[in-house]
């Protein structure tokens, strides 16, 4: 008898535990990812869930890729605590990240991404049938820059279609050098040390200076804040060639390489071309500035 008992009770509460209710969404969903409010009114057609299992359906469609089915969303933690079982209406899901799937349309490499992308309209999500299908246009996506792009759902039975904008951003990632700390205008130059090669996505990287090995040739016409990549239009060039101190010079040929001294009638920054006095001959040359104080001489 006891043990009749306790086996309805262990049913019972088996039972109790493992309530079900459902949740219809769509075939296909396109999703963009974002850390705001999710959209809940363009993927869930209809539910008797709880908000709270509505809500953690909705946070699993944005943290997916690929199929989503009843097995899977139910092995969910938040699902299994919840004591639900939710049926999902289609059994198989096919989630997709948009800014991936519009990677993968454009044939744009792993280093190239897309921000800031919105539709006009505000919604987070595209929802679409079986007999859907989506199609992307875009002028220039294959170029960095802010874009226009055009969502096209058809339906080639029902002989419908609809078009929905987005605005977004192109970016491609590049190494640029990133400052450890503040540097000042005040500082006669840049040393390396206090710069990183980091990983940044930008639109325009030839704006970048990336020459670490160049830093000293250059000090900052600006603050420059920790973190911030450092831009060619930030550096001023420093003179490393003073006029009328004598400077090494290097005499190049192509069987020839001499060592010498010159006096600069001008001062020079690195790469710029200067007028250097020989000593001994009173004779002029010209160079271009490559260090402090050394001149490289063409023959």
Wanted: glycine share 4%; net charge positive; hydrophobic share 35%.
């Amino acid at each position: 008898m006891k043990l009749t008992i306790a086996l309805a009770l262990f049913v019972f509460a088996s039972v109790a535990h493992s309530k079900e209710c459902s949740i219809e969404s769509y075939d296909k969903i396109y999703y963009i990812p974002t850390k705001g409010a999710k959209d809940h009114k363009s993927l869930i057609k209809e539910s008797n869930c709880p908000t709270s299992i509505q809500t953690a359906f909705i946070s699993k469609i944005y943290q997916s890729s690929g199929l989503l089915s009843s097995n899977v969303l139910n092995y969910d933690a938040r699902f299994k605590k919840s004591g639900y079982t939710v049926r999902l209406t289609p059994n198989r899901i096919r989630v997709s990240n948009l800014k991936d799937s519009l990677k993968e349309k454009f044939n744009l490499g792993s280093l190239w991404s897309f921000s800031k992308l919105k539709l006009v309209n505000k919604m987070t999500t595209l929802g679409l049938s079986n007999d859907d299908s989506l199609s992307f246009g875009c002028e220039f996506c294959h170029t960095t820059g802010e874009k226009n792009i055009s969502f096209v759902i058809y339906n080639p039975i029902k002989n419908f279609s609809k078009t929905y904008w987005a605005s977004a951003t192109v970016l491609v990632s590049t190494k640029v050098l990133i400052p450890n700390r503040s540097i000042s205008p005040s500082e006669p130059q840049l040393a390396p040390s206090d710069f990183k090669l980091k990983s940044l996505s930008v639109t325009r990287p030839e704006k970048y200076f990336t020459n670490i090995e160049q830093l000293v040739f250059y000090k900052v016409n600006k603050p420059i804040s920790a973190n911030d990549g450092l831009l060619f239009t930030d550096l001023v060039p420093v003179n490393l060639v003073s006029a009328g101190t004598p400077t090494k010079i290097i005499l190049r040929s192509k069987t020839l390489l001499v060592e010498g001294t010159a006096i600069p009638s001008q001062s020079g920054k690195f790469g710029e071309v200067i007028r250097l006095r020989n000593p001994k001959t009173s004779r002029m040359i010209t160079g271009k500035v490559v260090d402090f104080n050394k001149v490289m001489v063409d023959l």
